[in-house]
């Protein structure tokens, strides 16, 4: 048997609003007045983009430790396009994003060919990452030096 690890989130919704809990952190979910919510967080979609940039991160600088690769920080740029008929019912469009791009700036003194590598090892490694690529989503990763 392998070690899993468990990741759980609890808490409460009202109307558009989720008051969620993971771990000893508080996370309000909601979604801006258009959508009937009260702009009180983040919107669920704009947080999967989050949980994206934060996840590369995270195993970016695990991957450098192993590399012996300068990482000193990554400013990112993640977005995710969506036709929104589809999570609003229309059944011939999909709900969930037709493309996602993560550009990245990596703060280093390495080359470019190194930040490629960087990249690549972080991309196979990445839960968040590795879960769009599953699911079908096209997904692209574009870093450069900042």
């Given at each position: 048997m392998t070690n899993m690890m468990t990741f759980q989130v609890t808490g409460t919704s009202n109307k558009m609003k989720s008051e969620l809990n993971a771990k000893n952190h508080a996370i309000t979910i909601d979604e801006p007045p258009s959508m009937g919510g009260t702009?009180?967080?983040?919107?669920?979609?704009?947080?999967?983009?989050?949980?994206?940039?934060?996840c590369e991160n995270v195993i970016a600088n695990l991957v450098a430790k192993e590399m012996k690769f300068d990482l000193q920080g990554i400013e990112f740029d993640v977005k995710g396009q969506l036709d929104p008929r589809?999570?609003?019912?229309?059944?011939?469009?999909?709900?969930?994003?037709?493309h996602v791009s993560v550009h990245a700036k990596v703060k280093t003194n390495e080359t470019q060919e190194r930040i490629n590598e960087l990249r690549e090892k972080t991309d196979a490694r990445c839960p968040v990452y590795t879960t769009f690529k599953a699911a079908g989503i096209p997904i692209e990763a574009n870093w450069e030096k900042a």
């Open positions: 702009d009180q967080g983040i919107d669920p979609l704009s947080n999967l983009l989050a949980s994206l940039a934060g589809g999570l609003m019912g229309q059944t011939d469009v999909q709900p969930y994003f037709n």
